[in-house]
């Protein structure tokens, strides 16, 4: 099959397949194969692949008010900001695109709190192997391997500690620390999840010593995790808080979210053409909605202990490593670095494919959508002995 991207820049491999149509837990390509989706958008669809909520939500909006301009007060911006505060343990949102655009506008609020109130603090101290974005800030905040000189030179104030290890992060602390920030699950990295006690000192040691600790929830938050954000899992309040992925339920949606006394932006200081369009702020209120009716989160919590232990039941049987997460964001750890080829084969299946995500060779990543039913789960726990059976024979 000839490459049908020959006019895009190259940025990755992509297989061949073109995808022309997608309905909750399935999407169809252009030939009218169906594929069993446990990637959805890279954790994004929460509510699975066009759900009527979003279509509504869009075509409503559309009719009425597609931008009146940042400078103006849109009712879907208020809306969904009011709903955001009600749930969680903040104060004051500031609406976005996406991850890296929230991101980076929490870096900037810690910045100009640091600048303010403790006498030019700026730094911020990430983690090894965190994922934070790809605008080159966020690339120096993460600690991806590889990734702090292929674009230098590189932003700096940005330095490293260990999860799980609070000596390192003690080490990394200066007087000129502004923030800790953190993913409570590290999901780039392969869903390795901060230990609760960790997190707790963590809390204690950034209240002691005067520093933000932000959470980027970009893919934890909203339900993924089985709470609305993942710092309920913990017991803790983060001063700042980011959202993306999920909060839009497939369309370009983030979120900074603060405490009142983080609320520190002159100004002229933050801001974006996109920023809290109604279009979008529309739809991420659809979203929260659902995602906070009664029951909703009980169904996640079900789905995520079916697919955990569907997954163990596979690590046993094929003698895998084993399997983690948390919610619904879970991986099978392979013994060898064959993901890629387990990834390939599940897609490769027929009649029905499986769609997979492998972030590290030895892991596959699985981030079905949040209202998938048991029936798909366990089909799609089906399809994946089949294609791991392919690949470990
Ligand atoms: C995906 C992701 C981002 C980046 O979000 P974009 O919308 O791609 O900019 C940031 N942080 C985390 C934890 C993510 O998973």
Known sequence: MSDPGQD???????????????????LIDEGGKRYLDLIQGWAVNSLGHSPGLITQALLAQSQRLLNPSPAYYNRPLLDLAGRLVAISCFDRVFLASSGAEANEGAVKLARRWGSRRRGGAHE???FEQAFHGRTLAMMSASGKPGWGDIYAPMPAGFAKARLNDIASVERALTPRTAAVMIELVQGEAGVVVADPGFVRELRALTAERGVLL?????????????HAFAYEHYGIEPDVMTLAKGLGG?????????????????????????????????????????????????GVRARAEQLSVGLQSLARELALVGERGLGLLRALVLPADVAPAVVAAAQALEP??????????????????????????????????QALNEVLR
């Open 8 to 26: 895009l820049i190259t940025i990755t491999q992509r297989p061949p397949t073109v995808f022309a149509d997608g309905h909750g837990a399935w």
């Open 124 to 126: 911020i101290v990430g």
């Open 214 to 226: 932000i959470a980027d929830e970009v893919q934890t938050g909203i339900g993924r995790c089985g």
């Open 250 to 298: 497939g369309v370009p949606l983030a979120a900074l979210l603060c405490k009142e006394e983080f609320n520190c932006f002159e100004p002229g200081d933050q801001g974006g053409t996109f920023a809290g369009n109604p279009l979008m702020a529309a739809v991420g209120l659809a979203v929260v909605n659902e995602v906070c009716r009664p029951g909703f989160l009980a």
């Open 352 to 385: 029905v494919g499986l769609l997979l995500n492998a972030p590290r060779p030895h892991l596959i990543r699985l981030m079905p959508a949040l209202n998938v039913s048991e029936a798909e789960l366990g089909e799609g726990l089906a399809l994946l002995r």
